[in-house]
T-cell receptor, first 113, second 117 residues
Framework: DQQVKQNSPSLSVQEGRISILNCDYT??????FLWYKKYPAEGPTFLIS?????DKNEDGRFTVFLNKSAKHLSLHIVPSQPGDSAVYFC????????????FGSGTKLNVKP | DARVTQTPRHKVTEMGQEVTMRCQPI?????VFWYRQTMMQGLELLAY????????DSGMPKDRFSAEMPDATLATLKIQPSEPRDSAVYFC???????????????FGDGTRLSIL
């Protein structure tokens, strides 16, 4: 039973345009959400996070939006660059555990030059 | 930059053999996680430790998998006997959490790519 879902396995975007990656979750106890980026043959690297007390967090070209009522979060990358091409995982955690994350299955982003 | 170190990076072995994967968490981190990445399941949590004590290993096939932390600088994941369906990339991650609900990003190693023939 997947509690965090990324329904788009892949996304292709032109360089300079916006990339929007989506993630849905089912557990209303989740209160901390993250995005990780993964290049081939490397481990996932932390990109950006958001607490449930916020609905937006921004870091440079990356912005994460959280819609608690819809149990949905999204990652916006503006402008997209070829170096952003990677697999993006969203993850969620709740107040009731010690940093245990539930991961989505990932979305492969391809940014075309 | 401090990093999580995993060894070996690649392992090819025959079915039935014992496999041991090792992880050196980032110094000072008190939580350690083992994940398995497969095409269908994405990142699947196998086990995790806090202050070297196992908190949850419900994601792990108990009959053949075992996870331990002999000391704060070493975590191991063993498979005995190994089977072809165990072929995957296994990641270790570490983090620092001060208590329940204190969520911080986990930091991942580069994984062990395991192939069981």
């Amino acid at each position: 039973d997947q509690q965090v879902k990324q329904n788009s396995p892949s996304l292709s975007v032109q360089e300079g345009r916006i990339s929007i990656l989506n993630c849905d979750y089912t557990n209303s106890m989740f209160d901390y959400f993250l995005w990780y980026k993964k290049y081939p043959a490397e481990g996932p690297t932390f990109l950006i996070s958001i607490s449930s007390i916020k609905d937006k967090n921004e870091d440079g070209r990356f912005t994460v939006f959280l819609n608690k009522s819809a149990k949905h979060l999204s990652l916006h990358i503006v402008p997209s660059q070829p170096g952003d091409s990677a697999v993006y995982f969203c993850a969620a955690s709740g107040v009731y555990n010690f940093n245990k994350f539930y991961f989505g299955s990932g979305t492969k982003l391809n940014v075309k030059p | 930059d401090a990093r999580v170190t995993q060894t070996p990076r690649h392992k090819v072995t025959e079915m039935g053999q014992e496999v041991t994967m090792r992880c050196q968490p980032i110094l000072g981190h008190n939580t350690v996680f083992w994940y398995r990445q497969t095409m269908m399941q994405g990142l699947e949590l196998l086990a995790y430790f806090r202050n070297r004590a196992p908190l949850d290993d419900s994601g792990m096939p108990k009959d053949r998998f075992s996870a331990e932390m002999p000391d704060a600088t070493l975590a191991t994941l063993k498979i005995q006997p190994s089977e072809p369906r165990d072929s995957a990339v296994y990641f270790c991650a570490s983090g620092l959490t001060l208590g329940q609900g204190d969520n911080q990003p986990q930091h991942f190693g580069d994984g062990t790519r395991l192939s069981i023939l």
